[in-house]
């Protein structure tokens, strides 16, 4: 039922490689050390899946959402000063919206839910080993082979310095990267605990060390987003688990770190003489100080809400935050540190409210498939729990950073939401005949 072991992973892999949902699982291994590969995998696909399913999909009321969406940003993409820059930034979008349709097509199972799930945590292992060797061991690589078919870069001493990065470039994408990841293996962990499944066994061992790896790593990204949101993880399986002590103290952990960091002088001297500053230092920037203006996401989040205010229906057009902003502010900067208050100033209030509209849709119709179902066993609620979970902490860091442009995050976001899509449609279907799945 599980298939939540290395054993029956690699057995799978092996005896069934050849089918589309195989192909999917093999890129998403390769996808952190290889994008090409992983990319041109994924594509393939989708394609398949889309020639073979085209009037499944084409039938559902979620690609239709899309579709409509496409239309907008295509033509905002027409309005827009820059329409080359704008044009091109459609790239970061509707190709992904092809490949959420095709995947909620394919993945309809649990047990796909959970093989993919697996597959994350595999994966993300040479990718966090690379980085803590950068971070402490100095290891530095610049590897090209064929351009872009393999191209590695490990700069020593993190990126910025003293932030481990590995392969992602940047430390905070690579936070986000480990946050979501860690959610999926703490899902995983929680399961074959939960269930009894021998906590000798290699399976528990492996994840045990994935789970405490990634966490780590996290911790050394620095980045305050990727701690809340594994934070933010721990209190919600907790809650979920019925774990109330649990809850009270990572509460008072957290409290403890807020107080030592924001706290009034006598209070927060209190608490710093127990809290390392590695962790208040870095909540209210004094590990940092004396930061420009512009560099604030403050500044940033209300320059592009002055942006959509005077483009609310068709934007500036995609990729011209950057643009807008240097001219403004004399300062460098790739995007507004918010998807949301982006996609406002670029592209306009209606596509940007079809957009979060479409995402609360999944996030609902997930919850109460979670809630209401009759159909779902314990450990197939955990794991879906799991995946609203990692759903939920893509959209909090996106309400303070940008995940679209990096390829690999945002191939791996939009396959979490095709697999909720995916599940929830299937499930709803049993309902409707009134059988039990397979």
């Known amino acids: 039922?599980?298939?939540?072991?290395?054993?029956?992973?690699?057995?799978?892999?092996?005896?069934?490689?050849?089918?589309?949902?195989?192909?999917?699982?093999?890129?998403?291994?390769?996808?952190?050390?290889?994008?090409?590969?992983?990319?041109?995998?994924?594509?393939?696909?989708?394609?398949?899946?889309?020639?073979?399913?085209?009037?499944?999909?084409?039938?559902?009321?979620?690609?239709?959402?899309?579709?409509?969406?496409?239309?907008?940003?295509?033509?905002?993409?027409?309005?827009?000063?820059?329409?080359?820059?704008?044009?091109?930034?459609l790239f970061n979008l509707l190709p992904f919206f092809l490949i959420f349709a095709a995947h909620s097509a394919l993945i309809q199972t649990f047990a796909q839910l959970r093989q993919m799930a697996w597959v994350f945590v595999i994966g993300s292992m040479p990718v966090v080993i690379l980085g803590l060797g950068q971070l402490f061991l100095g290891w530095s690589l610049k590897l090209k082979i064929l351009w872009v078919v393999l191209s590695w870069t490990i700069v020593p001493g993190g990126n910025p310095p003293?932030?481990?990065?590995?392969?992602?470039?940047?430390?905070?994408?690579?936070?986000?990267?480990?946050?979501?990841?860690?959610?999926?293996?703490?899902?995983?962990?929680l399961e074959q605990w939960q269930l009894g499944i021998g906590k000798n066994s290699l399976p528990f061992l492996f994840l045990t060390v994935a789970m405490i790896a990634n966490f780590i790593a996290l911790i050394f990204t620095s980045s305050?987003?990727?701690?809340?949101?594994?934070?933010?993880?721990?209190?919600?399986?907790?809650?979920?688990?019925?774990?109330?002590?649990?809850?009270?103290?990572?509460?008072?952990?957290?409290?403890?770190?807020l107080l030592a960091a924001f706290a009034p002088s006598p209070v927060a001297q209190f608490f710093r003489q127990y809290i390392p500053t590695f962790f208040w230092a870095r909540l209210n920037d004094d590990m940092y100080p004396n930061r420009p203006v512009a560099l604030m996401r403050k500044t940033q989040w209300e320059f592009a809400w002055s942006l959509a205010k005077e483009h609310p229906w068709t934007g500036w057009g995609l990729r011209s935050f950057s643009t807008l902003y240097k001219a403004k502010m004399q300062i460098p900067l790739g995007h507004p540190h918010n998807l949301f208050l982006m996609l406002s100033a670029e592209t306009g209030f209606p596509s940007t409210l079809l957009f979060c509209g479409l995402l609360a849709w999944i996030l609902i119709t997930g919850g109460q498939l979670?809630?209401?179902?009759?159909?779902?066993?314990?450990?197939?609620?955990?794991?879906?729990?799991s995946y609203l979970?990692?759903?939920?902490?893509?959209?909090?860091?996106?309400?303070?950073?940008?995940?679209?442009?990096?390829?690999?995050?945002?191939?791996?976001?939009?396959?979490?939401?095709?697999?909720?899509?995916?599940?929830?449609?299937?499930?709803?279907?049993?309902?409707?005949?009134?059988?039990?799945?397979?």
């Open 1 to 89: 039922m599980l298939g939540a072991s290395l054993n029956q992973v690699f057995y799978y892999f092996k005896s069934r490689w050849q089918s589309s949902w195989n192909y999917s699982l093999w890129a998403l291994l390769i996808f952190p050390l290889s994008p090409l590969f992983g990319a041109v995998t994924i594509g393939f696909v989708s394609l398949i899946t889309w020639l073979k399913q085209y009037r499944t999909i084409s039938r559902r009321p979620i690609n239709w959402g899309f579709a409509l969406l496409s239309v907008l940003l295509i033509m905002s993409a027409g309005f827009a000063d820059d329409k080359t820059a704008a044009f091109l930034g």
């Open 162 to 189: 003293g932030r481990i990065a590995s392969l992602f470039l940047h430390a905070n994408t690579f936070a986000a990267y480990l946050a979501i990841v860690f959610i999926l293996a703490l899902g995983l962990w």
């Open 224 to 257: 305050r987003n990727g701690w809340a949101i594994a934070i933010f993880a721990c209190l919600a399986y907790a809650l979920y688990q019925g774990w109330r002590i649990l809850v009270g103290g990572v509460a008072a952990i957290v409290s403890s770190v």
């Open 370 to 385: 979670l809630r209401k179902s009759k159909y779902i066993n314990a450990e197939d609620r955990l794991i879906f729990f």
């Open 389 to 438: 979970l990692a759903f939920v902490g893509w959209v909090l860091l996106n309400t303070v950073d940008v995940t679209l442009f990096d390829f690999r995050l945002n191939t791996f976001s939009w396959l979490i939401l095709a697999a909720i899509c995916g599940v929830v449609h299937r499930y709803n279907q049993v309902h409707r005949l009134g059988s039990h799945p397979n």
